[in-house]
């Protein structure tokens, strides 16, 4: 308050921040400790003036967040997640979450923390890049992709970075494909699959223990060739049909529209699925998952993430709802949340744009808002009731 008796109110952040390891990593400190220590009724072990800086750091935080879709939070099971490999103590990943937890519409969808440290900007940036490219999660929208894109444009690289830098090359760095754009691509995509195969069937066999061995004996009792029909899971629905012939072991020939691919693969870890693929000479590292609910498959290879399913009716189970199509009749949640307000009813007349819903995720409030003129049909959801991302919300008459 100020002698005229005007008020102003004052965040207090007392505690450490998100970003403290930066600090931490850079002068060699533990603030954790100190608190407990200061707490404790003791001195600070360090003066400022004892306190050097060495090196640079880089941290990200690994959110369940769309950055294609405004940085929208994101909730659901992380069905597959393989954190990268901690080799020395100046890569750090701190979190709380594991393979199978949820992340929660209640709280902040952060997932983990990355901290790299080096000895200059350059050399922690490398480190860094690399140590996002093996960040392997499936389940949920991450803000990864995103983030290595950061890394990777000039500007940043060159530090000619502010406030209003992701606004200022926007264009660069969303980038909305998700598909395949090399045949290599793809034939790891096919190669998954006949991992998978692997993968299942060997479940059976208990002769299967050869570290570098990826084929049984019974691939050829099953099948010497076959076709894999693959629809990628984005905006085009790409269609790709693989014919494998198994040469011998480890090694395949793929057909990818006429062009004949010669493969072979090898297991690196067979826990996590890491596997090393030479595709026509062109060595690739790529790793799978692969969801039992819905059969959609999720590849990590050249340091990007590929959704795809097989054209089989048991793998059908999951259908990809438009959210905003300006034809729908329907309206969906565009994140998983809580129902907050319902605006309408049956039989009102709405224009496009007026408020149907308002749902709270994450502490923040979103309106759903209709994208046509037209009558409410049906309300399919109820004030307090949790929805999952794409639940349908309102229904209006055709």
Same mark, same amino acid.
């Given at each position: 308050?100020?002698?005229?008796?005007?008020?102003?109110?004052?965040?207090?952040?007392?505690?450490?921040?998100?970003?403290?390891?930066?600090?931490?990593?850079?002068?060699?400190?533990?603030?954790?400790?100190?608190?407990?220590?200061?707490?404790?009724?003791?001195?600070?072990?360090?003066?400022?003036?004892?306190?050097?800086?060495?090196?640079?750091?880089?941290?990200?935080?690994?959110?369940?967040?769309?950055?294609?879709?405004?940085?929208?939070?994101?909730?659901?099971?992380?069905?597959?997640?393989?954190?990268?490999?901690?080799?020395?103590?100046?890569?750090?990943?701190?979190?709380?979450?594991?393979?199978?937890?949820?992340?929660?519409?209640?709280?902040?969808?952060?997932?983990?923390?990355?901290?790299?440290?080096?000895?200059?900007?350059?050399?922690?940036?490398?480190?860094?890049?690399?140590?996002?490219?093996?960040?392997?999660?499936?389940?949920?929208?991450?803000?990864?992709?995103?983030?290595?894109?950061?890394?990777?444009?000039?500007?940043?690289?060159?530090?000619?970075?502010?406030?209003?830098?992701?606004?200022?090359?926007?264009?660069?760095?969303?980038?909305?494909?998700?598909?395949?754009?090399?045949?290599?691509?793809?034939?790891?995509?096919?190669?998954?699959?006949?991992?998978?195969?692997?993968?299942?069937?060997?479940?059976?066999?208990?002769?299967?223990?050869?570290?570098?061995?990826?084929?049984?004996?019974?691939?050829?009792?099953?099948?010497?060739?076959?076709?894999?029909?693959?629809?990628?899971?984005?905006?085009?629905?790409?269609?790709?049909?693989?014919?494998?012939?198994?040469?011998?072991?480890?090694?395949?020939?793929?057909?990818?529209?006429?062009?004949?691919?010669?493969?072979?693969?090898?297991?690196?870890?067979?826990?996590?699925?890491?596997?090393?693929?030479?595709?026509?000479?062109?060595?690739?590292?790529?790793?799978?998952?692969?969801?039992?609910?819905?059969?959609?498959?999720?590849?990590?290879?050249?340091?990007?993430?590929?959704?795809?399913?097989?054209?089989?009716?048991?793998?059908?189970?999951?259908?990809?709802?438009?959210?905003?199509?300006?034809?729908?009749?329907?309206?969906?949640?565009?994140?998983?949340? =809580? /129902?907050?307000? !319902? $605006?309408?009813?049956? +039989?009102?007349? &709405? %224009? *496009?744009?007026?408020? @149907? #819903?308002?749902?709270?995720?994450?502490?923040?409030?979103?309106?759903?808002?209709?994208?046509?003129?037209? =009558? /409410?049909?049906? !309300? $399919?959801?109820?004030? +307090?009731?949790? &929805? %999952? *991302?794409?639940?349908? @919300? #309102?229904?209006?008459?055709?």
């Amino acid at each position: 308050m100020d002698p005229k008796q005007n008020f102003y109110f004052m965040e207090m952040n007392t505690r450490l921040q998100v970003e403290h390891p930066i600090t931490e990593m850079v002068t060699n400190t533990d603030l954790v400790e100190w608190q407990i220590r200061v707490a404790r009724g003791e001195h600070l072990p360090l003066k400022q003036e004892d306190i050097p800086l060495n090196g640079h750091a880089f941290e990200a935080r690994i959110y369940a967040e769309d950055p294609n879709n405004n940085f929208m939070p994101g909730a659901g099971k992380l069905k597959y997640l393989q954190p990268p490999l901690v080799t020395d103590k100046n890569i750090r990943v701190e979190t709380g979450v594991e393979e199978g937890d949820e992340v929660s519409v209640h709280y902040d969808p952060l997932i983990a923390k990355l901290v790299v440290w080096a000895d200059d900007r350059k050399s922690a940036l490398q480190k860094f890049r690399y140590a996002l490219a093996n960040y392997k999660i499936s389940g949920l929208t991450t803000n990864i992709p995103f983030i290595i894109s950061l890394c990777d444009h000039k500007e940043f690289v060159a530090e000619n970075v502010h406030t209003d830098f992701i606004p200022m090359h926007r264009e660069e760095l969303f980038k909305t494909a998700r598909e395949p754009i090399i045949d290599n691509e793809i034939v790891c995509c096919a190669l998954s699959t006949i991992l998978n195969y692997e993968a299942e069937l060997s479940k059976n066999y208990s002769n299967n223990n050869l570290v570098g061995s990826m084929v049984p004996n019974f691939w050829t009792n099953n099948f010497a060739e076959k076709q894999f029909d693959l629809i990628f899971n984005n905006e085009s629905k790409t269609n790709a049909k693989v014919n494998v012939k198994y040469v011998n072991e480890n090694n395949f020939e793929l057909n990818l529209n006429g062009q004949t691919h010669l493969v072979s693969i090898n297991v690196l870890d067979r826990q996590a699925r890491l596997y090393q693929c030479d595709v026509d000479g062109h060595r690739i590292k790529l790793s799978y998952s692969r969801d039992q609910e819905t059969g959609m498959f999720s590849l990590f290879a050249n340091d990007r993430l590929f959704e795809f399913k097989l054209e089989d009716r048991k793998y059908q189970k999951e259908q990809n709802l438009s959210l905003c199509d300006a034809d729908s009749n329907d309206s969906f949640a565009p994140m998983p949340g =809580v /129902v907050d307000k !319902i $605006n309408v009813k049956a +039989g009102d007349e &709405v %224009k *496009k744009g007026d408020p @149907l #819903v308002v749902m709270i995720a994450m502490k923040m409030e979103y309106v759903i808002r209709s994208n046509r003129d037209g =009558v /409410v049909k049906s !309300i $399919n959801c109820s004030v +307090g009731q949790n &929805v %999952k *991302k794409s639940h349908k @919300l #309102v229904s209006l008459a055709e």
